[in-house]
């Protein structure tokens, strides 16, 4: 993923599921990364930043899910980093009810073309913002927990969490 034009605000997170790097824009946050997950971004120029206002904020309520006080979250987020076509898919993740899943074939049925289940699979995967933008509650037509950038123990221990497993 590259932030072009942004100036980005990082800080770095523990959490039972490891370390989460979070990214800011003036705009809202804009990443919220595991350690070692795929598609992990270019950090060069980065400003570490951790008292952002929305990074501290971020962390807070991602504390909050972790420990089951919290199931949603309330931020403003920066999705402009994608492509038009991502940004639907990720805007779609976001109707997602925490403790409920869906398919890709779903997904790309509700964006109107049925037909772009791959394409909504590779938008997925490249969501930005993880656990916020819950791409972990997708799985595959068979109900099969199916690729998770941050890796599917993950994903299970996230679903788990939710209650959705």
Same mark, same amino acid.
């Given at each position: 993923m590259?932030?072009?034009?942004?100036? =980005?605000? &990082?800080?770095?997170?523990?959490?039972?599921?490891?370390?989460?790097?979070?990214a800011?824009? *003036?705009?809202?946050? %804009? !990443?919220?990364?595991?350690?070692?997950?795929?598609?992990? /971004? *270019?950090?060069? !120029?980065?400003?570490?930043?951790?008292?952002h206002p929305?990074?501290?904020?971020? %962390?807070?309520?991602?504390? *909050?899910?972790?420990?089951?006080?919290?199931?949603?979250? *309330? =931020?403003?987020?920066?999705? $402009?980093?994608?492509?038009?076509?991502?940004? $639907?898919?990720?805007?779609?993740?976001?109707?997602? /009810?925490?403790?409920?899943?869906? &398919?890709? !074939?779903?997904? $790309? %049925?509700?964006?109107g073309?049925? %037909?772009?289940?791959?394409?909504?699979?590779?938008?997925?995967? @490249?969501?930005?913002? &993880?656990?916020?933008?819950?791409?972990? @509650?997708?799985?595959?037509?068979?109900? &099969?927990?199916?690729?998770?950038?941050?890796?599917?123990? @993950?994903?299970?221990?996230?679903?788990?969490?939710?209650?959705?497993?």
């Amino acid at each position: 993923m590259k932030f072009k034009n942004a100036t =980005l605000h &990082s800080c770095t997170m523990q959490t039972p599921l490891g370390a989460v790097t979070l990214a800011a824009t *003036d705009a809202g946050l %804009a !990443g919220a990364w595991f350690d070692q997950q795929r598609h992990w /971004p *270019d950090t060069h !120029g980065w400003q570490h930043n951790p008292e952002h206002p929305v990074l501290r904020e971020a %962390a807070a309520q991602l504390a *909050d899910y972790f420990t089951g006080r919290r199931q949603h979250f *309330d =931020l403003p987020l920066d999705l $402009s980093h994608g492509t038009a076509f991502q940004q $639907s898919v990720w805007q779609a993740l976001l109707a997602i /009810p925490v403790g409920r899943t869906t &398919s890709y !074939g779903a997904i $790309s %049925a509700g964006l109107g073309n049925a %037909a772009a289940v791959r394409a909504v699979g590779a938008a997925v995967g @490249r969501n930005p913002i &993880s656990v916020i933008v819950p791409c972990h @509650r997708v799985l595959g037509t068979n109900g &099969s927990l199916t690729g998770y950038a941050g890796g599917l123990e @993950r994903k299970s221990a996230l679903l788990e969490l939710e209650g959705a497993l």
